[in-house]
């Protein structure tokens, strides 16, 4: 998982320091920053891996990913931060529930 922060919301906090937090990421900022997360958009893709990410993650070069890209937002719509989560398609499967009425 990677994430990114806007640098304004990182200055000030443990975020920089590069040491393991104490707490989740979400719970850090709202202790340190007063932020409150409200949602998040997500984009889902399937794509290839780099070479670097097979070299770095152990996996064969013809495993598909599934890429979750995350846009974490207050509720006024402000971006948090963004987050990319790496899923090897052979290994997961995802399931979602919404509202249609």
């Known amino acids: 998982m990677s994430l990114w922060p806007p640098l304004e919301l990182s200055e ?24 409150r997360f409200d949602h998040i958009m997500e984009q889902i893709t399937a794509r290839m891996p780099s ?11 013809n495993q598909r990913f599934l890429a979750v890209f995350g846009a974490v937002r207050d509720a006024s719509g402000r971006p948090l ?10 290994r997961h499967e995802l399931e979602d529930a919404y509202p249609i009425g």
């Open 51 to 61: 070479a670097h990410e097979v070299k770095q993650l152990a996996m064969p070069k």
């Open 81 to 90: 931060a963004v987050v990319e989560v790496l899923l090897p398609a052979d």
């Open 12 to 35: 000030g906090t443990d975020l920089t320091s590069g040491e393991p937090l104490g707490q989740g990421f979400r719970e850090h900022l709202q202790a340190r920053k007063g932020v």
